[in-house]
């Protein structure tokens, strides 16, 4: 491992900001860094965590927890937050398939998934993150009528959840193959983190999905 990863890693715990389910009073710890009562957006796999901090800057009536098991990313997400004086950004070191284990009281009004690993390949389709069993976490940890939104450039991941979407007669609130596309798209669609400006670069096609637990009635969208 660098000089400069060690560094972080070993750092990042320290951060006021920053939360690590290892210790057994993360959740707590981060109510008490909120300790607002507002309603709270979850960031899975946030890497420096770009999403939650866009949203926060636009949205400071309501809080935001980036979530990821690399705490370097962490510590990039951290200071970035500091460095744009944004207070309503926590950040936790979690592993997704573990993260009601850690937060059994928060409750999430939505769930970004921020350009996730795809997984592409069958023998890998438990770890995509909009798989049965990652869906049963977000129930948890979701409000009633809490939206999951995923944003990716991957087909396969897209079209997966799709199926998902269908099978389980889940409600999709939202759903489009190229955002980019369209004349109009609301602000927090916009937001671009590295992987997707890395993605674009490469010409690739923005796709999202939102939808909720409930009953399907409408899909819109390529
Ligand atoms: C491709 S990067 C995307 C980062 C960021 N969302 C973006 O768009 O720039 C995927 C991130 O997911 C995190 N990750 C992958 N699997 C995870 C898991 N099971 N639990 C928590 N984080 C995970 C990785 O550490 C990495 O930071």
């Known amino acids: 491992m660098g000089r400069k990863k060690y560094k972080k890693i070993t750092e990042v715990r320290s951060f006021l900001n920053v939360f690590d389910y290892k210790n057994e009073n993360a959740e707590a710890g981060i109510k008490n860094f909120f300790s607002n009562g507002k309603p709270i957006t979850i960031e899975l796999c946030c890497g420096q965590a770009d999403y939650s901090i866009g949203l926060a800057e636009h ?15 962490l510590w990039n997400a951290s200071k970035n937050a500091n460095e744009r004086n944004t207070k309503n950004v926590a950040l936790l070191i979690a592993y997704i398939e573990r993260l009601d284990e850690t937060l059994k009281d928060i409750k999430a009004e939505e769930i970004w998934i921020t350009f996730p690993d795809p997984y592409p390949f069958q023998s890998s389709i438990k770890k995509r993150l909009t798989h049965p069993r990652f869906l049963a976490i977000y129930k948890k940890i979701l409000t009633e009528n809490g939206k999951i ?12 959840t799709l199926q998902m979407i269908d099978e389980m007669k889940l409600k999709t609130n939202f759903v489009h193959n190229d955002i980019y596309s369209l004349e109009q798209i609301t602000f927090e669609y916009t937001i671009k983190t590295k992987y997707e400006k890395m993605h674009l670069e490469k010409g690739k096609k923005i796709k999202l999905v939102s939808f909720s637990f409930g009953h399907s009635e409408s899909a819109s969208g390529g």
């Open 59 to 73: 949205y400071p009536e309501r809080n935001f927890l980036g979530i990821d098991r690399k705490p370097n990313r």
């Open 149 to 160: 939104n995923l944003k990716t450039d991957d087909d396969t991941l897209y079209e997966y």
